[in-house]
């Protein structure tokens, strides 16, 4: 069983919860899926057929490709005429509107000719027609080259270019003027403009069922496939003819299963697909990571990762944006790796990828790529502690991304030069690899982003955290110079266990740095800050001296929630202690209160014990260097008692019931905290004094050697 998975009863809520989840992401991917009525056939043109001959099980049309329906409708676009209803009334008013008003001007300046004149230029205008300048634009955007002018119920066909625009007829009515005899300047103080009412009117329904019956007579089909006729056997190329043939036989099916109730059987096919990959991951969890299922943040963080993936697929595959390959599969491992462990990375990547390819028409190609990536984001970041990391996995990934796709390309009978266009390797593939590869790096700017949003520490976090010269740690080395040293050392013991016995070595190191922080509020009050033989407990009781000791572990709390350190961290300050007692003072208070029955309530910590391997390791090593400092002699068999005695009586209490820890984890810790105490505390040997001899006086001089340097 998984250390990280400790026996717990399954609850009505626990299996309610999970369900819960389940059901939600079938649901929402089931809903979001394509369903296109596929046939199950997977060709491609230029590649051969995969399977045996393909013979017609009944008559099916031969549809027309997009680019041969899009001439088509080019073609009749040119013909088609849009209608412009001829309103009559509206010259004739506006020669009257414009003769009445003449008679209003002085005869003397406005000769009846002027008149005569404009009103012969108002008719030739009305007759060729004027139109608005919205509906001319329309027209003139649409290519229109000619309309159909009708009025009641005949109808005309004229050239566009000859029917005038409301600012055309103007110039019309202008035109040559001074050369006939008539004052241009005259005639423009008669308003011309208030005369020029358009009288041709954009029929927007008859112009619609005119391009309608014109797109209506175009024939989506261009022949007919037989039943029994054969369309291509085993081996043979995908031509463009077979390529159209079979892409007809699909679009024959689709329109069958959108018709009958072999739609819903793909629903349900659907349906049973995404619960069993999905019921998969649910097993893992139970099986072996349990702890995740216990903890919000993780459940939310992975549900939202596998979801998000499978919609942006099927988003792109139902829209024939993108291509999927544009989009960094590899993070979602990346992400999973550094925010919890490798195995769980890569068993979501599996799952995210079988999801992910049941909108694509090759997933073969797809899930042998992204397993390919997958693998090699989770083994390229065993360890994430700097950013050049995350540049150097997004290289690795793209680089086994290619190779795997360019080595199925090679088993499909591609060639990297020469052949047609159906034969040869197609470059843009390999190009939408890449570009999904720079797309990766934005991996770390968004490893930053769900840290804020989910409280969980990446290791770039630790890494920076651990750094001595941070503002905490350089306080705390500055104020209380004892407890750095001292926490230094547990933070080195801690890393060594941790990493003997597969623990998360660099959040034990970063917890241990930060464990005793507290300790800065009251230094004075902890031995290993105390210099010159002044003990201030001396002028305490030992109840007054318990507080002040164990309020190292509060003020520690509230000097990590005053910095914002993460909550695993703050995690090792409230459990290196754990709910053990003071027992220096509450011994002494015994010893000093006989008769009296103690309270152990006063004297103990207030934990809890630690949940995690990691947290453990902290408090063995904690305890294991403090108490090495009080040693008088320091030997093999001194260190070993020492180590012994302290991690037994910890066991003894029950310190470690709540983590998941083993007994061989115990044992590794006790040889790895042996071994580097002798090495620490290590005995010196004295070097022999020389001794001269005074030639004068007969007598032996002393003479110290320099020290040696090593």
Same mark, same amino acid.
């Not at 349900?268 to 349990?290: D, E």
């Not at 995740?292 to 919609?311: A, C, E, G, K, M």
């Not at 462990?341 to 992204?370: G, K, N, W």
């Not at 159906?422 to 939408?432: C, K, N, Q, S, V």
């Given at each position: 069983?998984?250390?990280?998975?400790?026996?717990?009863?399954?609850?009505?809520?626990?299996?309610?919860?999970?369900?819960?989840?389940?059901?939600?992401?079938?649901?929402?991917?089931?809903?979001?899926?394509?369903?296109?009525?596929?046939?199950?056939?997977?060709?491609?043109?230029?590649?051969?057929?995969?399977?045996?001959?393909?013979?017609?099980?009944?008559?099916?049309?031969?549809?027309?490709?997009?680019?041969?329906?899009?001439?088509?409708?080019?073609?009749?676009?040119?013909?088609?005429?849009?209608?412009?209803?001829?309103?009559?009334?509206?010259?004739?008013?506006?020669?009257?509107?414009?003769?009445?008003?003449?008679?209003?001007?002085?005869?003397?300046?406005?000769?009846?000719?002027?008149?005569?004149?404009?009103?012969?230029?108002?008719?030739? &205008?009305?007759?060729?027609?004027?139109?608005?300048?919205?509906?001319?634009?329309?027209?003139?955007?649409?290519?229109?080259?000619?309309?159909?002018?009708?009025?009641?119920?005949?109808?005309?066909?004229?050239?566009?270019?000859?029917?005038?625009?409301?600012?055309?007829?103007?110039?019309?009515?202008?035109?040559?003027?001074?050369?006939?005899?008539?004052?241009?300047?005259?005639?423009?103080?008669?308003?011309?403009?208030?005369?020029?009412?358009?009288?041709?009117?954009?029929?927007?329904?008859?112009?619609?069922?005119?391009?309608?019956?014109?797109?209506?007579?175009?024939?989506?089909?261009?022949?007919?496939?037989?039943?029994?006729?054969?369309?291509?056997?085993?081996?043979?190329?995908?031509?463009?003819?077979?390529?159209?043939?079979? &892409?007809?036989?699909?679009?024959?099916?689709?329109?069958?299963?959108?018709?009958?109730?072999?739609?819903?059987?793909?629903?349900?096919?659907?349906?049973?697909?995404?619960?069993?990959?999905?019921?998969?991951?649910?097993?893992?969890?139970?099986?072996?990571?349990?702890?995740?299922?216990?903890?919000?943040?993780?459940?939310?963080?992975?549900?939202?990762?596998?979801?998000?993936?499978?919609?942006?697929?099927?988003?792109?595959?139902?829209?024939?944006?993108?291509?999927?390959?544009?989009?960094?599969?590899?993070?979602?491992?990346?992400?999973?790796?550094?925010?919890?462990?490798?195995?769980?990375?890569?068993?979501?990547?599996?799952?995210?990828?079988?999801?992910?390819?049941?909108?694509?028409?090759?997933?073969?190609?797809?899930?042998?790529?992204?397993?390919?990536?997958?693998?090699?984001?989770?083994?390229?970041?065993?360890?994430?502690?700097?950013?050049?990391?995350?540049?150097?996995?997004?290289?690795?990934?793209?680089?086994?991304?290619?190779?795997?796709?360019?080595?199925?390309?090679?088993?499909?009978?591609?060639?990297?030069?020469?052949?047609?266009?159906?034969?040869?390797?197609?470059?843009?593939?390999?190009?939408?690899?890449?570009?999904?590869?720079?797309?990766?790096?934005?991996?770390?700017?968004?490893?930053?982003?769900?840290?804020?949003?989910?409280?969980?520490?990446?290791?770039?976090?630790?890494?920076?955290?651990?750094?001595?010269?941070?503002?905490?740690?350089?306080?705390?080395?500055?104020?209380?110079?004892?407890?750095?040293?001292?926490?230094?050392? &547990?933070?080195?013991?801690?890393?060594?266990?941790?990493?003997?016995?597969?623990?998360?070595?660099?959040?034990?190191?970063?917890?241990?740095?930060?464990?005793?922080?507290?300790?800065?509020?009251?230094?004075?009050?902890?031995?290993?800050?105390?210099?010159?033989?002044?003990?201030?407990?001396?002028?305490?009781?030992?109840?007054?001296?318990?507080?002040?000791?164990?309020?190292?572990?509060?003020?520690?709390?509230?000097?990590?929630?005053?910095?914002?350190?993460?909550?695993?961290?703050?995690?090792?300050?409230?459990?290196?202690?754990?709910?053990?007692?003071?027992?220096?003072?509450?011994?002494?208070?015994?010893?000093?209160?006989?008769?009296?029955?103690?309270?152990?309530?006063?004297?103990?910590?207030?934990?809890?014990?630690?949940?995690?391997?990691?947290?453990?390791?902290?408090?063995?090593?904690?305890?294991?260097?403090?108490?090495?400092?009080?040693?008088?002699?320091?030997?093999?068999?001194?260190?070993?008692?020492?180590?012994?005695?302290?991690?037994?009586?910890?066991?003894?209490?029950?310190?470690?019931?709540?983590?998941?820890?083993?007994?061989?984890?115990?044992?590794?810790?006790?040889? &790895?905290?042996?071994?580097?105490?002798?090495?620490?505390?290590?005995?010196?040997?004295?070097?022999?004094?020389?001794?001269?001899?005074?030639?004068?006086?007969?007598?032996?001089?002393?003479?110290?050697?320099?020290?040696?340097?090593?």
């Amino acid at each position: 069983m998984s250390r990280y998975n400790k026996p717990i009863n399954i609850t009505k809520k626990n299996i309610a919860l999970q369900a819960l989840i389940l059901v939600a992401t079938v649901v929402v991917l089931v809903w979001f899926l394509p369903r296109d009525g596929r046939s199950g056939l997977r060709f491609d043109k230029g590649r051969p057929w995969p399977y045996g001959q393909f013979i017609a099980p009944y008559d099916f049309p031969i549809f027309k490709s997009d680019a041969q329906l899009a001439e088509e409708r080019d073609s009749i676009h040119r013909l088609y005429e849009p209608y412009l209803e001829l309103l009559a009334q509206t010259g004739s008013e506006q020669i009257a509107a414009f003769r009445s008003d003449y008679r209003k001007h002085d005869a003397s300046e406005f000769p009846a000719s002027y008149r005569t004149f404009i009103e012969g230029r108002l008719r030739q &205008v009305f007759e060729r027609g004027i139109i608005s300048n919205s509906d001319l634009q329309l027209l003139q955007a649409d290519s229109i080259v000619a309309v159909r002018i009708y009025s009641g119920t005949e109808a005309s066909t004229r050239p566009l270019s000859t029917l005038f625009s409301q600012k055309a007829a103007y110039d019309f009515l202008l035109a040559n003027t001074d050369s006939l005899g008539y004052s241009r300047l005259k005639l423009q103080k008669l308003n011309l403009n208030n005369y020029l009412e358009p009288n041709l009117s954009y029929d927007r329904a008859k112009s619609e069922a005119e391009w309608q019956g014109l797109v209506g007579s175009l024939s989506p089909s261009s022949g007919m496939v037989l039943a029994g006729q054969s369309v291509i056997d085993r081996g043979e190329i995908v031509d463009e003819d077979a390529y159209q043939k079979l &892409v007809s036989y699909e679009r024959h099916q689709a329109t069958k299963v959108n018709a009958t109730k072999e739609k819903r059987l793909q629903i349900l096919g659907q349906v049973l697909y995404v619960a069993v990959v999905c019921l998969s991951l649910l097993f893992y969890f139970n099986l072996f990571r349990r702890d995740y299922l216990s903890n919000l943040r993780s459940v939310t963080l992975l549900w939202i990762l596998v979801i998000s993936y499978p919609l942006l697929t099927s988003f792109l595959v139902s829209h024939t944006l993108l291509t999927v390959y544009l989009i960094p599969y590899a993070m979602l491992p990346i992400f999973v790796r550094v925010f919890m462990d490798s195995r769980t990375a890569f068993l979501s990547h599996v799952v995210t990828v079988m999801l992910c390819a049941m909108s694509l028409r090759y997933p073969f190609e797809f899930i042998a790529t992204q397993l390919v990536a997958g693998i090699t984001a989770v083994y390229s970041l065993r360890e994430l502690s700097t950013r050049s990391q995350i540049i150097r996995t997004a290289i690795l990934v793209t680089f086994a991304s290619l190779v795997v796709y360019f080595s199925i390309d090679l088993i499909h009978g591609r060639t990297i030069v020469g052949g047609d266009s159906l034969t040869r390797i197609d470059w843009t593939i390999y190009r939408h690899i890449i570009l999904g590869g720079v797309l990766l790096l934005f991996s770390y700017p968004l490893m930053y982003l769900l840290e804020r949003l989910f409280g969980f520490t990446s290791n770039v976090t630790l890494v920076e955290l651990s750094n001595v010269n941070n503002e905490l740690l350089r306080q705390l080395s500055e104020v209380a110079p004892g407890t750095f040293q001292h926490s230094m050392q &547990v933070a080195n013991l801690a890393a060594e266990v941790a990493q003997k016995i597969g623990a998360k070595s660099q959040l034990v190191r970063t917890g241990a740095l930060y464990h005793d922080i507290g300790k800065m509020q009251n230094p004075a009050f902890f031995t290993e800050n105390q210099a010159g033989g002044v003990n201030p407990h001396d002028k305490l009781d030992n109840r007054q001296s318990a507080t002040i000791i164990l309020r190292h572990i509060v003020d520690g709390e509230q000097l990590a929630d005053r910095h914002r350190l993460p909550r695993v961290i703050r995690d090792f300050i409230a459990t290196h202690h754990g709910t053990g007692l003071v027992k220096y003072f509450y011994i002494s208070y015994q010893n000093a209160h006989p008769e009296e029955t103690v309270d152990p309530i006063p004297f103990s910590y207030p934990g809890p014990n630690p949940q995690t391997a990691e947290q453990a390791i902290l408090m063995m090593a904690d305890a294991v260097e403090a108490s090495a400092r009080s040693l008088k002699e320091y030997n093999e068999d001194t260190i070993s008692s020492l180590v012994n005695r302290i991690i037994d009586s910890q066991v003894a209490e029950g310190f470690f019931a709540d983590c998941p820890i083993t007994f061989e984890d115990i044992r590794i810790a006790k040889d &790895v905290f042996k071994e580097k105490l002798k090495i620490m505390y290590h005995t010196r040997i004295s070097y022999p004094e020389l001794r001269k001899r005074d030639e004068g006086a007969g007598n032996m001089v002393v003479q110290a050697l320099p020290p040696q340097t090593k």
